[in-house]
């Protein structure tokens, strides 16, 4: 009983800190709350296709019937990694389709969230899938972002 009290303590203790720390509400939450929100809007918007552990579609890297590929893995083992910031915010807000609009035979699959996400959710979300990368690949990305 002694340690369940405790824990509790500790755990209104951060999130007060948090909370002190880096004020709520809007794009300046804090960075828990940030995460506890990518986390949940992942698993809502994003893991029927990338996996529930980010792990992507088995295969994928081989082309669908369509011309379109499968949902790529967005832990360190896929490709999210190599884009920068800017690219996978366009890619998630408007699709796939429309963001390579560019590449006239590129085809995909993705979907836009820019109708059913707000920009800090998109962002959110993107925070949470690069908060799951080894230290060495989320610093060679931000270099990217640059």
Not at 72 to 94: M, N
Not at 97 to 118: H, I
Request: aromatic fraction near 8%; charged fraction near 20%.
């Amino acid at each position: 009983m002694k340690k369940a009290i405790l824990a509790a303590l500790a755990i209104l203790a951060f999130g007060a800190g948090a909370v002190a720390l880096f004020g709520r509400g809007g794009e300046t939450s804090a960075p828990v709350d940030r995460l506890a929100m990518g986390v949940a809007l992942y698993a809502e918007n994003c893991a029927s296709c990338h996996g529930a552990n980010l792990e992507g579609q088995a295969n994928w890297r081989t082309r669908n019937a369509d011309g379109t590929l499968r949902a790529p893995p967005h832990d360190h083992t896929g490709h999210t990694w190599h884009h920068a910031d800017a690219h996978l915010f366009t890619y998630t807000k408007l699709g796939g389709q429309e963001a390579m609009a560019n590449l006239p035979n590129f085809v995909s699959g993705m979907p836009g969230f820019g109708d059913t996400l707000t920009d800090d959710e998109i962002r959110s979300i993107l925070d949470y899938i690069k908060s799951t990368w080894p230290d060495d690949i989320r610093e060679a990305q931000a270099q990217m972002s640059q």
